[in-house]
């Protein structure tokens, strides 16, 4: 990765200090702290705004909280691969997808260290492990508090995603130093069947609540471009904008569209095979806009995401990538497409403290 992805923001004092690469609390935001009683049409009426006022009521939201030119590093590792008993219809790990992808068993503590000081060496900041799961077994639960313990003691910040928790294994990881648990929606609650039939909307809002009981920050979030209808985008943002609490990290995906899974076979050679850019922004504009303390991350997709659409994508408040060149299972941009797009931006690696972390301290 080149260095310039690591330079530091402006001093302040300097000629260029109104740029000064910090929230600007004294640029009102439009949304204030970030309510949770949005409404279906307030969230339909962003959406339908000129794509020029949406990006720029974004941007001040971004200001406000944000430092406004830095994105967060962060990178993935499947400690699971494969052999997945659910059913989700966009998942190359699914046991029903014929995707051609070797079931693996949970790796050892030991290979998941060595893969997250490499993360670090990268310049990541936060470490992610994803386990094909329905939910962990308590006979696994040693094993990846040992990984959370691990990677967390290199000075990372830790995220886990491994399907539903009960309260004691949320309780387990967040003793043992979880930082932030991934568990996504995924898309709006009257979509959610024709995605997913192996469990219901109601059990991922149930883990959510065990994971914000437990004290770890939720990253929840979903996939955009499933053949789903703009009001799905709405139902899927009001979703996230009306649980109790934010969550603190909203992963918004693009489909990237899996051969041999049902959705991947469904849509492709289909006009909704992609995601249309225009609208792919407009999401994460309205997330932006309507939880604005939370980081938002631009997730899968974007190694078919030119650089021009990834660039409106951070003017619309997205702070937060993946980096490397492999997601869990998919390709992904990669580190030097990643520096080189930073470069050109002026773009560098996020320093500055998560509102999540200035609010615990
Ligand atoms: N098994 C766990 C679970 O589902 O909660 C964790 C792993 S799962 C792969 C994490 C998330 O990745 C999913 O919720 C989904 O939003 C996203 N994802 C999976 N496959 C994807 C794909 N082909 N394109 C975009 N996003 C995808
Ligand atoms: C999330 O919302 N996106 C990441 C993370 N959470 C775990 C996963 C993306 C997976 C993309 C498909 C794959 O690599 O298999
Ligand atoms: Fe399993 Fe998660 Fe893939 Fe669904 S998204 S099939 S739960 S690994």
Redo the contacts with the bound molecule.
Sequence with gaps: MSDTTLRSPAPSGSAVQLLEDRPHPSIPSPEGEGRTDWTRGEIAALFDLPFLDLVLRAQQTHRAHHAPNQVQLCTLLSIKTGG?P?D?GY?S??AFADSGLKAEKLMDVDAVLASAAEAKAAGSQRFCMGA?W?EPKDRDMDAVAAMVAGVKAMGLETCMTL?MLEPHQATRLAEAGLDYYNHNIDTSPEKYGDIITTRTFQDRLDTLEHVRQAGINVCCGGIVGMGEDREDRVGFVHALATLPAHPESVPINALVPVKGTVLGDMLADTPLAKIDDIEFVRTVAVARITMPLSMVRLSAGRESMIESTQALCFLAGANSIFTGDKLLTAGNAGSDADAALFEKLGVTAMTAPEPARVAAE
């Design positions: 997945c659910e989700c998942c790990q699914s094909a329905r399907g």
